[in-house]
Structure formats: structure tokens, C-alpha cells
């Protein structure tokens, strides 16, 4: 099975401020990665997923922007934060090979407060 | 685009009764995967169950299964002899099975809360 770390695990910035959420999967190769993100007391949305090193697939226009440097990490980023930025956010893989991807594994989560 | 919709967006059962969540989903392919989590107050994100779409048979774990009805792009939630410890958000989720390319693509979630 595979390990998703995140961090950090909580953060307060304030509005305007930049944003840098880290992802890193441990137990596996050239996973598929996702963001998402979850409002309080809402769903999961989807921000962004990748397919591979430098392969960006964006769901929802905003003000964020996501890079995958190498293999195993996928990075969140902001240039300028706003409060609707607030929330929880979600580093997700799928476990095994290309095509038997059989359970989703999670992070442990950010949360973001934006004051 | 594939899409997850749970029409429930919260629902109550008396401890020990069965409680079934909703769920359904809309997709063009004919195999992929289908799973239930389970979110605590914690916000960790368990998983509760899956169901291939090629699998005709009904995914059970224990006090928890799946009434899958594909044509009817249909994936319900049974939970039986309901414990205090259910009590959590759920989703479900869609992921496709053979697209590299693919997402996985929750519904907005349930809130079950049991009563004692």
C-alpha cells in the first residue's frame, strides 16, 4: 500500500498572502495525484489532478495553481490568497497499477484559514 | 463528464435500525469503480466500500453494502444495525477504470447522524 503525507497540517494567512500546500506519496510510482478541496461542511471538490511530472489538469478556474516537480510530490500553490480560499484541503492517489486502481488513498489534510 | 450526484444531504437513524444512503451517477464507460468513504469529524477518510462495474455481484463489508444497479447508474449505501460510531459524512465516489487520464469524482456527501 501507499503513504500520502501532507503539510503543513494547519496554516492562518491572511488575505493576499502567498500559499505553498505540499504533497509526497510514499510506496509507489508515477502515481496519479489530486487536490481537492472541501469547504466546511461540504463536499469534496476537485482542483486539480496529474498524470505525471509537469502534466496539469485543471478543474475549477481560480487562484490557485498546482505543479508536480517530480514523480511523488504535487504542490498547491497560491500567489495571492483570498478568503475564499479557506477550507480543507486533500492530497488523493489511486492504489495500484494502471488499471487496478481499487481504493483512493488520502492525505492527512490541510487546513487553511484565510483571515 | 462524469458526474456523482447524493440527493441526501443529511439523514438521522435510530441506533440498530437500517439506514440506506443514495447515490447516483452518470458516465459513457462500462467499467469502473464505484466506492463508499466514510469521513469522522476527524476529516480522515475511510474507506468503507467498493464495487467494480464489471462485477455483477453486490459488495458486502460486514454490516455495510452496495444495492449497485448499473443500468440504472444507481449505487446505494446500506448500513446495517446502526452503531453510534457510523455517525460521519459519506461519499461516493467514481473513478474510471482504464483512462489514464482520469479523475475520480466525489458527490457532495451525506451527513448521517444516529440517534441514541
Known amino acids: 500500500s501507499q503513504t500520502i503525507h501532507q503539510w503543513p497540517a494547519t496554516l492562518v494567512q491572511p488575505v493576499g498572502s502567498p500559499l505553498s500546500l505540499e504533497c509526497t506519496v510514499e510506496g509507489t510510482s508515477n502515481p496519479n495525484l489530486y487536490w481537492y478541496r472541501q469547504a466546511a461542511g461540504r463536499g469534496l471538490q476537485l482542483l486539480f489532478y496529474s498524470v505525471g511530472i509537469g502534466q496539469i489538469s485543471s478543474e475549477v478556474p481560480q487562484n490557485l495553481s498546482a505543479s508536480r516537480p517530480q514523480d511523488r510530490q504535487f504542490i498547491l500553490s497560491s500567489k495571492k490568497l483570498l478568503l475564499s480560499d479557506s477550507g480543507f484541503y486533500l492530497c488523493?492517489?489511486?492504489?495500484?497499477?494502471?488499471?487496478?486502481?481499487?481504493?483512493?488513498?488520502f492525505g492527512e489534510g490541510s487546513w487553511l484559514t484565510v483571515v | 463528464a462524469q458526474t456523482v450526484t447524493q440527493s441526501q444531504p443529511e439523514m438521522s437513524v435510530q441506533e440498530a435500525e437500517t439506514v440506506t444512503l443514495s447515490c447516483t451517477y452518470d458516465?459513457?464507460?462500462?467499467?469502473?469503480?464505484l466506492f463508499w468513504y466514510k469521513q469522522p469529524p476527524s476529516r480522515q477518510m475511510i474507506l468503507v466500500i467498493r464495487q467494480e462495474a464489471y462485477k455483477q455481484q453486490n459488495a458486502t463489508e460486514n454490516r455495510f453494502s452496495v444495492n449497485f444497479q448499473k443500468a440504472a447508474k444507481s449505487f446505494s449505501l446500506k448500513i446495517s444495525d446502526s452503531q453510534l460510531g457510523d455517525a460521519a459524512m459519506y461519499f461516493c465516489a467514481y473513478r474510471s477504470f482504464f483512462n489514464r487520464d482520469d479523475k475520480i469524482i466525489f458527490g457532495k456527501g451525506t451527513r448521517l447522524h444516529i440517534l441514541p
Open positions: 458516465t459513457s464507460e462500462s467499467d469502473y469503480y
Open positions: 488523493a492517489s489511486p492504489g495500484g497499477a494502471q488499471g487496478s486502481g481499487n481504493t483512493i488513498y
